[in-house]
């Protein structure tokens, strides 16, 4: 969020934050990702800043094609792309592979273990059982699409109320956009979206973050009452 504050509001200073901020994750944790959301996240700022709402699929679509331009050249004097390996394959093959395996799961191999009412009874967790079934490790988290998810843990009634959560937490980032034209909103929903492909629904919210920056973005909205409200994406 302080990396796309300062795309947003042309403040440098709140992107070194963040990058601080994420350096401190990857010297703890070993992430990377975080540097790559943090980028994005400051282009999304910049973008919507400047092109209204079309700006978040300029940067997605114009973010693509550069990464597919670089993979390209990769290729063509190395055989070998790290483009190829640390993005496309794990934004784009990776998730596809673990969806199937859900499939598999339910309605495969192992599809006694699946029932359309309650789910699947895992003691810890769905995510584990996959990994271990799929991948022979105990240790294996594979975490998949909040829908996917949430058919296989609870069935059909889980699905149904993943499906009420999300559409319930996209309606009040509209809303209070539209009510406060304030660009942090459009940014949640973005966000928000991107984690729901690889993780739940109510994880998004609470253990990444969603909802407490959301509060925060509420919080400061308040000051900025109709500071940005042409974005571009109309408001009923």
Request: glycine fraction near 12%; charged fraction near 10%; proline fraction near 3%.
């Amino acid at each position: 969020y302080l990396a796309f504050l300062g795309g947003n509001e042309r403040r440098p200073l709140l992107l070194v934050s963040a990058l601080v901020f994420v350096g401190a994750l990857f010297y703890v944790l070993g992430l990377k990702a975080p540097f790559l959301y943090a980028g994005l996240a400051y282009l999304v700022g910049a973008g919507l800043r400047s092109s209204g709402g079309a700006g978040v699929y300029k940067v997605v679509l114009g973010s693509l094609w550069v990464l597919f331009v670089v993979f390209t050249v990769e290729v063509m004097f190395d055989q070998i792309s790290l483009v190829a390996e640390l993005f496309f394959r794990r934004v784009f093959i990776s998730p596809a592979d673990v969806v199937n395996t859900y499939f598999d799961l339910m309605f495969g191999r192992n599809r006694g273990l699946w029932s359309a009412v309650s789910g699947i009874d895992a003691p810890r967790g769905v995510t584990y059982l996959v990994g271990y079934l799929y991948s022979g490790n105990s240790e294996a988290n594979a975490n998949t699409s909040a829908f996917v998810y949430a058919l296989c843990a609870g069935g059909v009634p889980g699905y149904l109320a993943t499906v009420l959560l999300t559409v319930s937490v996209f309606s009040f980032f509209d809303s209070a956009f539209c009510g406060s034209g304030d660009h942090g909103f459009v940014f949640l929903g973005f966000e928000y979206a991107l984690l729901l492909t690889e993780q739940g629904a109510t994880a998004a919210l609470v253990s990444s973050g969603i909802g407490v920056v959301g509060l925060l973005v509420l919080l400061r909205s308040t000051n900025t009452v109709g500071k940005h409200a042409d974005i571009g994406v109309p408001c009923a």
